[in-house]
């Protein structure tokens, strides 16, 4: 088959070591259009400061190649990061979306965060809602959604060719699979929706959202379908559902909340933007007591 930039995208990815996140730029060629997946925005829990170093990289890069910038595609409401998804909609344009059922997560936290009475929970914060496989493009490129709940109700992988964005589900295969003890979460549907992102060509590319490297190699931001399907430690070929599902509950047992997962989900539900200030003209975040 003859590869084309319809069929095989160029991706320029950034790692964030602090979260252990990847933003991904998907372009079409150089002078074209892109989107950004899952930027960051950088934040210290301990003095509640802000900063945009991680997003300005992305920036920068997309600048220098002369992008136009279509979509900020978020992957599910992060409980380890905030997005920077704002930021760069005001610096580069593009719409910023979601996958539909951001509308359940919304649905949840409100009442854990104790969220304003009118904070709606019907996604509107979002330029754009995404359903399972809705098909959109980015310049040249032609892309699908697709819904791959567990981790989150919200999950969605982003499939741009022979790439594929797949949010929390897939971590490097020496890493394993995405936790789904936050609220919503199911590991029965993390299995099941990994399996569709298995089934695809063993040579398709799987850009990570994070990696958490258990030795000292580098970070992986890509690996192929046939790598996961041999290697990775969760859901390898051969692993049945009940075996995956009774290995990750237990797992998740053991785990704590990730250091940012408060500041950040309040956040993320709002599609990047801070709590609306108060009176005294400051925005707050909350930490609400003995709730996850």
């Not at 936790?179 to 850009?207: H, K």
Request: charged share 20%; proline share 7%; hydrophobic share 40%.
């Amino acid at each position: 088959m003859t590869t084309t930039t319809a069929t095989r995208p160029l991706v320029q990815s950034f790692f964030d070591p602090a979260t252990g996140t990847f933003t991904h730029v998907v372009f079409d060629r150089v002078g074209g259009h892109a989107a950004i997946v899952d930027p960051v925005l950088d934040f210290d829990p301990a003095s509640g400061r802000t900063r945009r170093d991680s997003a300005d990289q992305v920036i920068a890069f997309v600048r220098e190649q002369g992008l136009t910038v279509d979509w900020i595609l978020e992957t599910h409401a992060h409980a380890d990061h905030l997005s920077a998804a704002p930021h760069l909609k005001a610096q580069l344009g593009g719409r910023i979306a979601i996958g539909e059922a951001i509308r359940r997560v919304q649905g949840v936290f409100k009442p854990i965060f104790n969220l304003e009475a009118d904070f709606p929970t019907d996604g509107s914060q979002f330029d754009h809602l995404f359903t399972d496989g809705e098909a959109f493009s980015i310049g040249d490129l032609q892309a699908t959604a697709w819904h791959v709940p567990g981790h989150t109700p919200a999950d969605l992988a982003y499939v741009v060719g022979d790439a594929v964005f797949v949010g929390d589900t897939l971590f490097p295969p020496d890493v394993g699979t995405a936790r789904c003890d936050f609220p919503g979460g199911d590991a029965n549907a993390l299995y099941r929706s990994i399996q569709r992102l298995l089934a695809l060509p063993a040579e398709t590319r799987l850009f990570m959202c994070h990696d958490y490297p258990q030795t000292e190699r580098e970070p992986v931001a890509e690996c192929s379908v046939g790598e996961q399907r041999v290697g990775n430690i969760h859901v390898h070929d051969g692993v049945a559902e009940h075996a995956f599902v009774a290995m990750r509950q237990a797992r998740d047992a053991t785990l704590g909340m990730p250091r940012l997962i408060l500041p950040s989900i309040q956040v993320n539900v709002r599609a990047g933007h801070l709590p609306p200030p108060e009176a005294d003209g400051r925005c707050y975040l909350k930490l609400p007591i003995d709730a996850l």
